[in-house]
């Protein structure tokens, strides 16, 4: 979350303003901003002056930036506000909802090919703390096989490629783990197996590979990372495990690329994540991650909290959570089943390439991806013009559309491109509104004379 300095003198910041239909008759309606006022209010008067300041906020429909579900049935919302008051970690008093999160890693564990290995899975707040949680356990076991080798277990490193999400080097820095980010070339914005075998040593504690690259959206290749990294191992180089961070991909994969071997078919992968708060279809606050088998996930990592007289084994790192998200992923294993999330995944999809194939054919744009993993696609100007991607982003926020502008990874890192995530609830209709006005944007642009905006003036956006 960013952090928010104190103010200790607000001066002309210190009130609220204050409508007059919210007063009583001769009285002054004052609120403090930043401080708390002796008296309260009205629970109306308080709801009112929230909800007016919250209009400010952007549409979540119309962000074409986040990976994160903006729209869900109301019986979903429904289920959420029933359980929102539930704390995840109460397993003893709220046994059923225990119960739920139970079924849930099991219909993920079977989505990604478990079966029979003895799969152990949990829910988290969402992909990042599920990332964290996957690499303390890649660093517990490297760590256990260096003491018991009697080897230096003082300097891991963690190999993945420079696109990674920021989550990854906040593992590293948090646990002190070396960032061994691997760098990205023109020809592939991705980590290779190449240059993810050379990357390992005796002190990598695993290699991530991103099922859906949060830059362009493409999958990297994960059976061939490992077959490089068994080739590896078999001429005498360290036996360096996998994580594979499918934060966007582990909810497409399984539905659209069957074919595709990226998850626990391939054994070097031990554990997987997903974000159930992006195709997962849920609100923002849950995310996934399993394990292979006991082995990967090492049992001093695990607490116990009490459970219907009993003890369940937990592992997390934050305590109290609602258990409103987990229930409405639920909700949508049960609404939607295989069939249904095949068919939202593949209306995205398929939604996102027709919208890549109609920007490229406007002219002054080269795609960079095009929606062959995730329903995500970035693209470039081709040439230099009087304006640049800054520019258009900016102009697209009048018609009310967030699309992000930002320059690609480290190595790449003079491309600067526009991104859009399509989600369920981005329709058709929708997606040809943004084109007519990103063409509009076009002609505006080639017209008017002003600075050509770049990144530095405060103009690159928040992408995730
Ligand atoms: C590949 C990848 N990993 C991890 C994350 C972090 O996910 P979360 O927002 O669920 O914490 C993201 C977010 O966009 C992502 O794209």
């Not at 309260?40 to 952007?58: S, V, Y």
């Not at 240059?195 to 504690?205: F, L, R, V």
């Not at 090492?298 to 959570?321: C, H, I, Q």
């Not at 640049?388 to 697209?396: P, T």
Request: with cysteine; net charge negative.
């Amino acid at each position: 979350m960013p952090l928010h300095p104190h103010t200790p003198d607000p001066g002309n910041d210190d009130e609220l303003s204050f409508r007059p239909q919210f007063t009583q008759h001769g009285e002054v309606g004052e609120v403090p901003r930043l401080r708390l006022a002796d008296k309260g209010m009205p629970p109306r008067i308080a709801f009112q002056i929230i909800h007016d300041e919250l209009m400010l906020d952007g549409n979540a429909r119309l962000n074409l930036a986040t990976f994160v579900t903006t729209w869900m049935e109301p019986e979903a919302e429904l289920l959420m506000a029933e359980c929102s008051s539930k704390n995840m970690i109460d397993k003893d008093e709220y046994p059923q909802t225990a119960e739920i999160e139970r079924r849930c890693v099991n219909i993920l564990a079977r989505l990604w090919h478990a079966e029979g290995s003895g799969a152990t899975g949990c829910s988290t707040t969402g992909s990042s703390e599920a990332c964290m949680l996957g690499g303390l356990a890649l660093k517990w076991r490297w760590r256990q096989r260096r003491v018991l080798a009697g080897l230096p277990a003082d300097r891991p490193n963690l190999v993945m490629g420079a696109n990674v999400q920021v989550c990854w080097e906040k593992f590293c820095r948090y646990f002190d783990v070396e960032a061994r980010l691997v760098p990205v070339g023109p020809e592939t914005a991705h980590l290779t197996p190449e240059s993810a075998a050379e990357a390992c040593d005796d002190n990598t504690i695993g290699v991530v590979a991103v099922l859906g690259s949060t830059y362009d959206g493409a999958y990297e290749p994960v059976a061939e990372i490992a077959a490089a990294l068994d080739a590896l191992e078999a001429g005498g180089g360290p036996e360096v495990p996998m994580h594979v961070d499918g934060a966007s991909g582990g909810l497409v994969a399984p539905f659209l690329d069957t074919k595709l071997r990226w998850d626990f078919r391939v054994p070097r992968v031990q554990s997987i994540n997903v974000s159930g708060h992006k195709y997962g279809l849920v609100y923002p606050g849950v995310g996934w991650i399993l394990w292979r088998d006991a082995k990967a996930l090492p049992e001093d990592l695990v607490f116990k909290v009490n459970y219907l007289g009993g003890e369940m084994p937990t592992f997390a790192l934050n305590f109290s959570r609602p258990g409103a998200q987990v229930v409405a992923q639920y909700y949508n294993f049960l609404r939607l089943g295989a069939n249904g999330y095949r068919e939202v995944q593949a209306t995205c999809r398929n939604t996102a390439q027709w919208l890549a194939a109609e920007i490229e054919r406007l002219g002054p744009f080269t795609l960079v991806s095009r929606a062959e993993g995730i329903p995500v696609f970035a693209f470039r100007l081709t040439d230099t013009l009087p304006y640049s991607v800054y520019d258009i982003s900016e102009a697209l926020r009048s018609f009310g559309w967030l699309v992000p502008a930002y320059t690609l990874p480290p190595a790449l890192d003079d491309v600067a491109v526009l991104r859009v995530v399509v989600r369920n609830g981005f329709s058709r209709d929708l997606a040809k509104m943004l084109l007519e006005n990103l063409e509009t944007v076009l002609k505006r642009l080639a017209t008017s004379v002003g600075p050509n905006r770049g990144p530095t003036e405060d103009k690159a956006s928040f992408h995730h």
